[in-house]
C-alpha cells in the first residue's frame, strides 16, 4: 500500500498526459500531425510562479493564430533571481478542459526539471500542433480559442 500511495501521483500524470484528461495535454506517444487544415484556432499563452521560486517566467509571445495540425514553435523566458543555482519544475494544463486532448506537445520545457545559475535569464521552447479533429468533433467545434498555462514551482533540495 505504501508504494502504491507513492506510485499514484506520477501514474496519474502519465495516465493524463496520455488521455488530455483533466486539461492535461497529450504528451505519451505523439507524432508529428497528419494533416493540415485551413481553419484555424487562437492559442492564448500564461504563466505563473510559485511564490516559493524566485524566477520570473512569462510567454515571449502572449496568443498565436494556428492553423489546425501545423506545427507550431513559441519560447518562454525564464530568469532566476536568486544569487544561488535553483531548479524548477513546471506543471501545464490547457483550457477550455474539453480542447486538451486534441493539443499535442512535441517538445517542451515542462518534460524535465530546469536550472537556473544565479542571474541566469534563458529562452525556452515548445512545440504544439491542434489536432484538426478538434474543430470536427461536436463537443468541441465551438472552440475556436485555447489557452496553455503553465505554473512554474522549486524543486526541492535533498
Known sequence: MLGLTFASV???RLYCQATGYAGTPRTVNVAAPARLDQRQVTVLFDSNV????PWEFAPMQRRVEVRAGEETLIHYRAANRATAPVTGTATFNVTPDKAAKYFNKLECF?????TLGPGEDVVMPVVFYVDPALLDD????DVKTITLSYTFFRVNDE
Request: glycine share 0%; hydrophobic share 25%.
Open 10 to 12: 506520477p501514474l496519474y
Open 110 to 114: 515542462c518534460f524535465s526539471e530546469q
Open 138 to 141: 461536436p463537443e468541441t467545434a
Open 50 to 53: 510559485n511564490s516559493q521560486l
